[in-house]
Each structure stands twice: as C-alpha cells, then as structure tokens.
C-alpha cells in the first residue's frame, strides 16, 4: 500500500445507509450516508465521507474522530455539557468518551477520520 493516498471523488461507492452503532434518532427523521474511503496499514483508522439530513441524534462514541466539515451546520452538546455549533470550513475532534446529542440543522458533508 503506498504511504500517501489521496482520497477523492471517485473513491466514492456504494454508501451504507445505516445509522451508525450508538447514534438514535431522538427528534425529527435525519437519514446518515457513510463512504468508508480508506483505511491504514495497520487497519486501525477509517477516513471516508458522511452525510446527514437535518433531524436530532443522541450519540454514544467508542473511540476518537477528527472531523472537517464540508457543509452544513450541528449543534453538539454533550450529556450534562454546554452546546457546541459547527459548520462548514470547521475542524473539531470528538474525544471516544463523547455521549450527547447531533442537532443536524442544515444537511452535513463531512471528512472523518476514525479510530477504530
């Protein structure tokens, strides 16, 4: 495998179209897309591509993620936390002890990278 890849467009499949482990719809009908893009040599990080409708998640994580918004807006807040808003052109890492809620207030194009 070669030790810089570039992802892009044409990379994109098939996405999976199911809710991720640990996220539950809490409020209005948001629909996730996930393209699984790449993952490194010793298969312990994932970089892809996911897509939300707007529409409320409660969130459990498991392991760490580094994410680029590309479009869209969210509102993050944390179990017993203060609400935090992302949007496009922002850069924010969410820690593998996170459980809280995604309000997905305009649809969400995003570049993750995922501890797995």
Same mark, same amino acid.
């Given at each position: 495998?070669?030790? @810089? &890849?570039? %992802? !892009?467009? #044409?990379?994109? $499949?098939? /996405?999976?179209?199911?809710?991720? $482990?640990?996220?539950?719809?809490? $409020?209005?009908? /948001?629909?996730?897309?996930?393209?699984? %893009? !790449?993952?490194?040599? *010793?298969?312990?990080?994932?970089?892809? @591509?996911?897509?939300?409708? /707007?529409?409320? =998640? !409660? #969130? &459990? =994580?498991?392991?760490?993620?580094?994410?680029?918004?590309?479009?869209?807006? @969210?509102? @993050?807040? /944390?179990?017993?936390?203060?609400?935090?808003?992302?949007?496009?052109? $922002? #850069?924010?890492?969410?820690?593998? *002890?996170?459980?809280?809620?995604?309000?997905?207030?305009?649809?969400?194009?995003? !570049?993750?990278?995922?501890? %797995?």
């Amino acid at each position: 495998m070669p030790s @810089i &890849t570039k %992802l !892009h467009e #044409a990379m994109i $499949d098939k /996405p999976e179209t199911s809710d991720l $482990d640990g996220w539950v719809v809490v $409020d209005g009908a /948001p629909t996730m897309k996930t393209w699984a %893009l !790449h993952t490194n040599n *010793d298969g312990t990080m994932l970089s892809g @591509i996911w897509e939300a409708t /707007p529409g409320t =998640y !409660h #969130a &459990t =994580y498991t392991a760490y993620e580094f994410v680029h918004m590309i479009k869209g807006r @969210i509102v @993050i807040t /944390p179990d017993g936390g203060e609400p935090v808003t992302v949007e496009a052109g $922002d #850069a924010f890492v969410v820690e593998s *002890d996170f459980k809280g809620t995604w309000k997905i207030e305009e649809a969400v194009r995003k !570049h993750f990278d995922f501890k %797995l």
